[in-house]
Nanobody, 127 residues
Framework: QVQLVESGGGLVQAGGSLRLSCAPS????????MGWFRQAPGKERAFVAA????????YYAESVKGRFTISRDKAKNTVYLQMSSLKSEDTAVYYC????????????????????WGQGTQVTVSS
């Protein structure tokens, strides 16, 4: 069982930046592919970004491409989502997810592929 803890959410003005962090509680995530998803009120949970176990492959939703960057620091056992040029439509609860895999470079963007989820962190962008 992997327990994921997100942090770094908050209130920011449009055009601003935030960095979200995701770390496991009591276990390494080095052999997991990781993803970030978000859920706005009244909407389905949507894919944002994913990174492979190796960290050499990333994939982004079109709506955030060029503005968000996913990365992982294996030494710190942490995954990050750097968000820049934030827009009001980025307002949502952001969730970190982990997928157990033996694929060094595999990435996944379907939420149903992921095995573990964090509790989420709220990001609010004011216009």
């Amino acid at each position: 069982q992997v327990q994921l803890v997100e942090s770094g959410g908050g209130l920011v003005q449009a055009g601003g930046s935030l960095r979200l962090s995701c770390a496991p509680s009591g276990r390494t995530i080095s052999s997991y592919a990781m993803g970030w998803f978000r859920q706005a009120p009244g909407k389905e949970r949507a894919f944002v970004a994913a990174i492979s176990w190796s960290g050499d492959r990333t994939y982004y939703a079109e709506s955030v491409k060029g503005r968000f960057t996913i990365s992982r620091d294996k030494a710190k056992n942490t995954v990050y989502l750097q968000m820049s040029s934030l827009k009001s439509e980025d307002t949502a609860v952001y969730y970190c997810a982990a997928k157990s895999t033996r694929s060094y470079s595999g990435i996944w963007y379907d939420r149903y592929d992921y095995d573990y989820w964090g509790q989420g962190t709220q990001v609010t962008v004011s216009s």
